[in-house]
């Protein structure tokens, strides 16, 4: 087995490839030094070098900029979409000849709880994970026929680098609050069900969102 991991060099595509590694899977885990997501030259040429043959296919790459609608233009909006997006679909659409040849594959894009709810000062990234699910729902009952299972997983609040840079230690103690478990999420959670849901023991779940959340998106987040 062999896994592409975008966002290969974050701290969630980190624990994803950690953990594929103790499967046995080879893993090539990319960032943007190798290419960027928001040029499809550069994803060609990444692929004219490595064969575009892997079995597993995880998105965890993400551009997340703040700023409030009146403050956003459309190369905001733009770099967003191209990033968190079009760039996962140029890298599928390299890797969909070798899924159909081989009759299987799997597919999981790590979204997020902004991918099916809002917040303020976010917009580009909302649009952009919005789309990505819905991407991941067309593509799992297109790919369905060639045996590849497309899913996403959506972390809730992680203890994350990026977490931690786009959100004050008060706003962090806010969100534990209405996390029911009481707690920040780590990497390695996320990286547990990513691993199911890449693996063979993974038959019948396609086309799905599973939340990661610790509870916050059914109702902590309202104590």
Same mark, same amino acid.
């Given at each position: 087995?062999?896994?592409?991991?975008?966002?290969g060099?974050?701290d969630?595509?980190?624990?994803i490839?950690?953990k594929?590694?103790s499967?046995?899977c080879?893993?090539?885990?990319?960032?943007?030094?190798d290419?960027?997501?928001?040029s499809t030259?550069q994803?060609?040429?990444?692929?004219?070098?490595n064969k575009?043959?892997?079995?597993?296919?995880v998105?965890s790459a993400?551009?997340?900029?703040?700023?409030?609608?009146?403050q956003t233009n459309?190369?905001?909006?733009?770099?967003?979409?191209?990033?968190?997006?079009?760039?996962?679909l $140029?890298?599928?659409?390299?890797?969909?000849?070798?899924?159909? %040849?081989k009759?299987?594959?799997? *597919?999981?894009?790590?979204? !997020?709880?902004?991918?099916f709810?809002?917040?303020s000062?976010?917009?580009?990234?909302?649009?952009?994970?919005?789309g990505?699910?819905?991407?991941?729902?067309?593509l799992?009952?297109e790919l369905a026929p060639?045996?590849v299972l497309?899913?996403s997983?959506s972390?809730?609040?992680?203890?994350?680098?990026m977490t931690y840079?786009?959100n004050?230690e008060e706003?962090?103690?806010?969100?534990?609050?209405?996390?029911?478990?009481?707690?920040?999420?780590?990497?390695?959670?996320?990286a547990?069900?990513? $691993?199911?849901?890449?693996s063979?023991?993974?038959?019948?779940? %396609?086309?799905?969102?599973?939340? *990661?959340?610790g509870?916050? !998106?059914?109702?902590?987040?309202?104590?």
């Amino acid at each position: 087995m062999r896994a592409l991991i975008l966002g290969g060099k974050g701290d969630i595509g980190q624990a994803i490839a950690t953990k594929l590694q103790s499967q046995s899977c080879a893993v090539d885990a990319v960032g943007r030094d190798d290419f960027d997501l928001t040029s499809t030259d550069q994803i060609k040429r990444y692929f004219e070098i490595n064969k575009p043959e892997f079995d597993i296919l995880v998105h965890s790459a993400g551009f997340n900029n703040l700023g409030l609608f009146e403050q956003t233009n459309d190369e905001d909006l733009r770099h967003s979409i191209e990033a968190n997006l079009f760039g996962f679909l $140029e890298v599928a659409r390299n890797c969909l000849p070798y899924w159909k %040849n081989k009759g299987c594959g799997r *597919v999981l894009v790590i979204s !997020s709880l902004y991918g099916f709810l809002a917040r303020s000062g976010r917009l580009p990234y909302v649009i952009s994970k919005h789309g990505l699910n819905g991407a991941v729902k067309t593509l799992a009952i297109e790919l369905a026929p060639y045996g590849v299972l497309v899913n996403s997983l959506s972390p809730g609040y992680i203890g994350t680098k990026m977490t931690y840079q786009n959100n004050s230690e008060e706003t962090i103690a806010k969100l534990v609050l209405g996390i029911p478990l009481g707690r920040l999420g780590s990497a390695e959670d996320i990286a547990e069900v990513a $691993e199911f849901l890449c693996s063979k023991k993974n038959k019948y779940i %396609n086309g799905q969102d599973i939340v *990661v959340d610790g509870g916050f !998106s059914i109702g902590g987040f309202q104590n």
